[in-house]
């Protein structure tokens, strides 16, 4: 009070938040990559509510809206895209930090690829990856995009790219991957009754689109080869074993591509996706953005037309 001998009390003016608590970016960055609220509690081991209440407190302290919710699947606004990038890159630094403190020996990554990228695609990025960290065990699994999506789901992967019909899942990113029917360019097969097919094995996403296209076209089909290895189909194609519907990046200079033939519709794209199962460690982050980049060089438009 004025004229009072007593010292006058000063209080600290209200601070706004000077950081941000980091549970709040990992809840965020597992719904942002996974597309749902759900699949993101899985991960980060919380209640959907929890990692709900916890995003709301992050665009409160943001204060700006971070996730659309409206549509099928929650995808990052504007700002939202903006903090992700800030926020991958804070978790990853958070998360060697602690590995190298740690004094971890060995960490493990559990990665699933369909068996075309699991060739001469991925192995200069996977072979690079083990080179700079010694620590680090990879362990790769090859085969259908329905087992390897199985297995991410039951917590068996930790990465996994994936083929998907067109509309599924989002995932970290996805690219489209355009078919083609092909036949042999020597010993052609297109004209044969009933038509021989060289598929993948029950299951495999190629084989359910070809022969659903075929079965609306009229068209009288038998499997004439099943095999589980890409490599194999084609050559088979080539061999004049029969016709195939396969990614047209594959098509080879022993096919014959059969576009705009009677019989043999156009079938709409697939789609590439890259998965992850929250959270991610450091390194699983680093290995997660190089996979993005093998496959952007490989599947994106400016790439088929190189």
Known sequence: ???SDKATEIRPRPMQPSSIDPTLLRSFCAVAETGSFTRAAQGVHLTQSTVSQQIRRLEEQMGCTLLDRSGRHVECTLEGERLLAYAQRILALMDEAVEQLAGATEAVLRIGVP????GHALMPALGALARSQPQLRLELTSGLSQAIWQQLQAGELDLAIVKQRSGSTPGMA???EPLAWIDSARHPCHGMDPLPLVV???????RSEMTHALDAAGRRWRLAYVSASLASLEAAVEQGLGISLLPRRLVGPGHRLLDGMAGFAPVPDVEVALHVRAPLSAPGRRLAERLSEVCEALLSPAAGEA
């Open 1 to 3: 009070m004025p004229g």
């Open 174 to 176: 996805r690219w489209p």
């Open 115 to 118: 068996e075309d990228f699991a």
């Open 200 to 206: 993948f094995p029950q299951g495999g996403l190629y």
